[in-house]
């Protein structure tokens, strides 16, 4: 009797044991699809519910943005720079610009260049606002991605009042920006900087130390030191794995070397390590702009446009008055500044990593070439490599903290 | 050929001196023009040598001189996280035969901005694992970033393959 009950058992332990995942299934995600924030698509491999490999598909939203920049002038190409990375237009504007005013060897009046970092750590904010408050929502968290977005909404406003237009702002000018600082400005900031503040607080209260949020973001997406500079991983998911690169800090541009501000490291490199960077990030961003706010008041109202005859426009006044500053009008309108041959690459923190601009210029008023080295391309190459082996539910957290911007992945 | 007070170029130029066309630092970049067909050995010493320290490859891009021979400059740009310095390497491949060796060996980042240069201007590079189109999808005729690829040309989007 207990030895037909052994061998009864036996039978059923082997059929427990034996492996049901014989077939493996490919599945198509994206390009268009509810839980991606990105037009991306992943042809991904599974075994059961596990990736077995993935394939990242790219470049769905290509414009050809190289190709039109080498079409127009050099100012031409500053409004397509906003539609790089659009939930951070600002960064790419200041990056392109910096990248002519060096081949111009040109540098901008010092009130130009606070407001320049202002509008940067503004547009930085609303991109990790934008990434965390995303990323929630996509794994089914409501609540911090209506705090998230309220408090976009508040850097936005500011970004409006400050440059005019709230997404694509065209803010920069070379050596210059569009707009000298609003009087009304700092009292709105600080105002709005209280309620932002307070947001991130009810933010982090309701989702930080949340057991679902955790449980799906700590150990996944894990990515290691070396194989982030095998691949020039760069920004928060660099800075997650404990490497404290910033470019604002390593090889200072504009006025960041004059700011106290703090770059936050991960141990791990998983997703939860990105979310806390990201957070951490924004209170340091919080932090510059009151800084800029000072420094902007003490230097009081003055000219934000460099006097370079090259890229100054003449007072409209003479402009209807004298024939010269006729002229420089109407060149400086038809075909602007005429770039000296040459070729400059320039690195600026944004934020989602080194966003590059590598220019060359064979003497004329066009651009011969214009590289925009853009980090959301570049980190989401790594991506097989963060997922092979992890649940398809991982892939959401993992997608999301990376941030792939589509405008700036596909250009 | 001098090395403009740069150790990148310092150290290429005493180890591989037949490997360098010529250098400048306009602006301040340290530049290395080489020869194409060593650029793995110009790419490996920078990585592995301990002074120089480049962790990464950057950024690889390419530059259309139309009219010119050779046709095409290839760029690389290569930053030290460890020693906190950059330097540039460019390489030109002519019109007829527009290939160099690949990178994807030494810089895993080479993967996917090595297809990007292919695709956009038709650059091939030896040894690459899957050196397919990557922006733009598998029908298109033609190399849009050429110079002589018209701005207003039209194509039909032919639907993916899968």
Redesign the interface.
């Given at each position: 009797m207990s030895e037909a009950i052994d061998q009864h058992s036996d039978v059923l332990e082997e059929d427990f044991e034996r492996d049901l995942h014989v077939e493996r299934q490919i599945l198509?995600m994206g390009p268009s699809h509810p839980a991606t924030h990105g037009t991306v698509k992943f042809?991904v491999e599974l075994d059961g519910e596990n990736i077995a490999d993935i394939d990242v598909q790219?470049?769905y939203l290509?414009r050809?943005f190289?190709?039109?920049c080498e079409?127009g002038t050099w100012y031409q190409a500053i409004p397509y720079t906003d539609r790089l990375n659009y939930n951070s237009a600002v960064l790419a504007n200041v990056g392109f610009v910096l990248a002519v005013e060096?081949?111009l060897?040109l540098e901008a009046p010092e009130r130009c260049q606070w407001q320049r970092v202002m509008a940067s750590e503004l547009s930085r904010l609303g991109d990790h606002l934008t990434r965390c408050g995303a990323g929630c929502l996509e794994l089914q968290a409501m609540t911090p991605f209506l705090y998230g977005i309220e408090a976009r909404e508040l850097t936005w406003d500011l970004i409006e009042s400050l440059c005019g237009a709230r997404v694509t702002s065209n803010y920069v000018r070379i050596g210059g920006v569009k707009h000298p600082m609003p009087d009304t400005f700092p009292a709105q900031c600080r105002d709005s900087i209280a309620k932002i503040r307070e947001l991130l607080a009810d933010f982090d209260e309701v989702i930080t130390s949340n057991r679902i949020f955790v449980d799906r973001l700590k150990g996944t997406g894990v990515i290691s030191k070396e194989?982030c500079?095998?691949?020039?991983v760069?920004g928060p998911i660099l800075r997650s794995v404990g490497?404290p690169?910033d470019i604002r800090k390593?090889?200072p541009y504009l006025v960041y070397d004059e700011l106290d501000f703090d770059v936050p490291v991960g141990q791990v490199g998983d997703n939860y390590d990105r979310y806390l960077v990201c957070v951490e990030e924004m209170h340091q961003s919080l932090r510059i702009v009151e800084q800029c706010l000072v420094k902007l008041e003490h230097l009081g109202s003055g000219p934000v446009n460099a006097l370079d005859p090259r890229v100054r426009w003449p007072a409209k006044g003479r402009v209807f008055n004298q024939m010269e500053e006729l002229i420089q009008q109407f060149k400086s309108v038809t075909e602007g500044p005429r770039v000296p041959q040459?070729?400059?690459?320039f690195?600026i923190e944004s934020a989602n990593g080194?966003l590059?601009f590598?220019l060359?210029s064979d003497g004329s008023a066009v651009p011969?070439?214009v590289?925009c080295?853009p980090p959301s391309?570049?980190n989401v190459?790594?991506m097989p490599l963060m997922l092979r082996g992890a649940l398809l539910a991982d892939l959401i957290p993992t997608f999301d903290f990376i941030n792939m911007i589509g405008g700036e992945c596909?250009? | 050929m001098q090395d403009y007070g740069s150790p990148a170029l310092r150290r290429l130029l005493e180890t591989l001196p037949d490997a360098i066309v010529a250098t400048h630092a306009?602006?301040g970049?340290a530049?290395a023009c080489v020869d194409p067909a060593r650029i793995a050995d110009v790419a490996g010493l920078l990585r592995d040598d301990p002074d120089l320290a480049f962790?990464?490859?950057?950024?690889l891009?390419a530059?259309d001189y139309l009219g010119e021979e050779p046709r095409f400059e290839v760029?690389y740009?290569f930053?030290s996280?460890a020693r906190?310095h950059?330097v540039?390497v460019k390489a030109r491949v002519p019109e007829d035969a527009p290939e160099l060796p690949s990178l994807v060996a030494l810089?895993?980042?080479a993967?996917?901005?090595e297809r990007?240069v292919f695709d956009?201007y038709g650059v091939r590079f030896a040894g690459h694992p899957r050196l397919e189109?990557?922006?733009?999808?598998d029908g298109f005729e033609g190399h849009?970033?050429r110079k002589d690829y018209p701005?207003e040309k039209r194509q039909p989007l032919v639907g993916p393959q899968?």
């Open positions: 198509n042809l790219v470049g290509h050809g190289e190709k039109e079409a060096k081949l060897g194989d500079l095998r691949y020039a760069t490497v690169l390593s090889e040459g070729e400059a690459y690195p080194e590059g590598y060359v011969y070439k590289r080295r391309f570049i190459a790594p596909d250009r | 306009d602006l970049d530049t962790e990464m490859l950057t950024d891009t530059v760029v740009h930053y996280v906190n950059r540039r810089y895993a980042s993967d996917w901005m990007e956009m189109r990557i922006l733009l999808y849009p970033l701005k899968n």
